[in-house]
């Protein structure tokens, strides 16, 4: 069953947009757009999630980043 996000896909999709503008307009390769990227998520992690449960999340977004890039 899929999962209902509460964002919009408008809302989604303008975000990421942004993010990846970014990340192309200033020329980051892939090696540094993902170093970027993964401080975010730490940023995150750190910010706005309870010590308690930071690594839990963590390890949920793992998985679910290897389960996206999973080939079928």
């Known amino acids: 069953m899929p999962q209902q996000s509460r964002y919009s ?8 947009n942004k ?3 970014t ?4 020329g980051a390769n892939r090696d540094l757009s993902l170093m970027v990227l993964g401080n975010v ?4 992690l750190n910010t ?3 010590p308690d449960n930071r690594e ?5 977004f ?7 890039v999973k080939s079928n």
Request: aromatic fraction near 2%; hydrophobic fraction near 50%.
């Open 48 to 50: 706005q999630v309870s």
């Open 62 to 68: 793992a998985d679910v980043l290897k389960k996206s």
């Open 56 to 60: 839990a999340m963590a390890a949920q």
């Open 19 to 21: 993010v990846i503008l």
């Open 41 to 44: 998520i730490t940023h995150i």
């Open 9 to 16: 896909n408008d809302e989604f999709e303008s975000l990421m």
């Open 23 to 26: 990340l192309e307009e200033e």
